[in-house]
């Protein structure tokens, strides 16, 4: 670790001053509760090989082209660590830290992301016909997004090892979550997005103090880019997949869900989806803590989302493929649901078959529909990613996919407050500074 840092020509003091200080991420009376190491990290593994790497050095994908995961030594964490134990500890996605990837807790970047809200929708639910209906409100993190989760732990980790500078090729939110992240560590960031992004991450991205980098194409033009030109001159890929650690973030929705709901899992759980590292990630997470023997039964059905000018992954698999192909001419407004090939198309997928999950396409037209249905129904403003769900639930609760009385919950991915523009402008009457009976109707 000494040398990694000697090699970055940066201080770890330096950096540890700019995250602030350790005790910030556990209350002073916090007592550790098991003798396991901050974290149980033991190797890396590739997704499709499995190829081991040494967990403690940079890497971004392995020899044969593919994601890398991130392994733990989970029988340790099961003979030490309880679900109780967990109570005590700070509202924060570290709360899981034995589980998370970073070894120090010096080491960790923060913005006090993570234990967000789940609540149930039980008007929207009504309409739809579904039994529970309840959203994991991701809007609650740091720049709105759910993305802040996989910038914590990816940035954190990533500065760990020794990189010095990071790029990302991104539709948007990523892009702005890694910002602020960026920000507060003092690393310098090249953020790539299409020219059409949001107007709202183009502007905080550069207002952050990243380079900030308009693509005339779609993300994964963004990709080439970095591939081509940026990484040769040293600086490290963060994009979706492109190193290990995102995923890791993007997971303890996984945990927090079981957690909230009593180490219970839902019937179900649907997913706005683009290049659908959320549904890998949560897998993931399910997965570890039937491991650890946290939480029982069945796993819940796992159901992808995606536009109907951009659904690679919904064709895939209804053709019951192990891979996508590339969606050309991709078009939808929800720009983050606008991947025309995930990089980790196969692990998607994998985890929508082994949860008997199911893929879905709905219009932009719904889209806008569900935008304004949720918030006049729940009081709940959705970003067009995240309203991409209503529709497909209403479908699958007519095609029986989904049940009466299933508890449901939906990825609320991000606010529609960076999305004005998704709402219509009404027709509002202007009122005389003089109160009049006749100027409004009576109430």
Known sequence: MVMLWARAGRSRATLTDLRGPPYSLHPPDFTPVTPLPYSSLSHLECARCQQPYDADRLHNTCTCGSPLLARYDLSAVARTLTPAALAPRSATLWRYHELLPVRQPADIVSLGEGWTPLFPLPRLAQSLGI????????SANPGDTFKARGATVGISQAIALGAEKLAIATNGNAGEAWALYAARAGIPLTVLMPQDANPVSQRLCAGAGAATYLVDGLIADAGNW???HFQPQGWFDVSTLKEPYRLEGKKTMGYEIAEQLGWQLPDAIVFPTGGGIAIAAMYKAFQELQELGWVQGPLPRLIAVQADGCAPLVQAFHAQATTSEYCHNAHTFAT????????GDFMVLEALYATKGYAI???????AA???QTLATEGVFLCPEAASVIPAIQTLGQKGILHPDDRVVILGSGSGCKYPDSLSTPELKVLSKTPSLEAVPHH
């Open 131 to 138: 039994g529970q209906l309840l959203i994991k409100d991701e």
């Open 361 to 367: 396409a709905v219009s932009d037209g719904e889209i």
């Open 226 to 228: 970095i591939q081509q």
């Open 336 to 343: 983050g649901l606008r991947v025309p090939k995930s990089f």
């Open 370 to 372: 569900a935008i304004q």
